[in-house]
């Protein structure tokens, strides 16, 4: 049997920067006919173009690498989450939300609840490498930078954890080593939960139905 696309759906994606987040979730996304919305690009994309979706809060938040307001980024991944599902696309990873559980309500209310939250979970030390290795266009990337983002990360990251977990949405994935390693285990833990079948498989009718 082939997947079948069966129904909306949104996953959140949340870990340390250098996790293993763009990478896994460009794969995952190519893979099983999902659009791919990483929050960070998204944001430096808009601020770039000068784009109508940004405004001077969100400027200025990001020159500062501070958390940008709910209700401003709500109103950003609601254009795209609206302009995919225009094209007929109906599954989305929003890769990089939230990053403060004051964030949760207020997005959730305008793009919708997740099915699934993964969370990438990478040791510090191996996050950091990734990070200050990699060669991304348009952004500043240096160790004070990591640091800043990584304190932040474990000083939040805690309570949304807790929120999903309790929810019962929440798979964390070991992200450490080996991209290949990596994405094995992810595949292989969404495989086993519930919503991610229920997102893809039908049962398919039976060919015998009806005959004596």
């Known amino acids: 049997m082939s997947p079948i696309p069966n129904q909306d759906c949104l996953i959140f994606v949340i870990g340390a920067p250098g996790s293993g987040k763009g990478t896994l979730c460009s794969r995952l996304a190519l893979e099983n006919d999902f659009v791919h919305l990483s929050v960070g690009d998204i944001l430096r994309q808009a601020v770039r173009d ?4 940004v405004d001077d809060t969100i400027i200025e938040c990001m020159q500062v690498a501070e958390l940008i307001p709910a209700d401003a980024l709500a109103n950003v ?59 991304l266009e348009g952004r500043d990337e240096n160790g004070a930078v990591f640091e800043k983002r990584f304190q932040e990360f474990q ?19 070991d992200t450490n080593g080996q991209t290949e390693l990596s994405y094995a285990r992810l595949v292989q833990v969404l495989s086993q939960r519930e919503e991610w079948q229920d997102i893809y498989w039908r049962k398919k009718p039976s060919l015998e139905r009806g005959r004596g």
């Open 77 to 135: 991944l609601a254009k795209h989450v609206g302009a995919g599902k225009e094209n007929r696309q109906y599954r989305f990873l929003i890769d990089g939300f939230p990053r403060d559980i004051g964030q949760i309500d207020t997005v959730e209310e305008v793009i919708g609840e997740p099915k699934l939250v993964l969370y990438f979970d990478c040791p510090g030390s191996e996050a950091k490498r990734r990070y200050l290795t990699r060669k």
């Open 155 to 173: 000083q939040k990251n805690g309570q949304i954890v807790e929120h999903y977990a309790k929810q019962g949405k929440l798979i964390k994935i």
């Open 50 to 53: 000068n784009s109508s979706l």
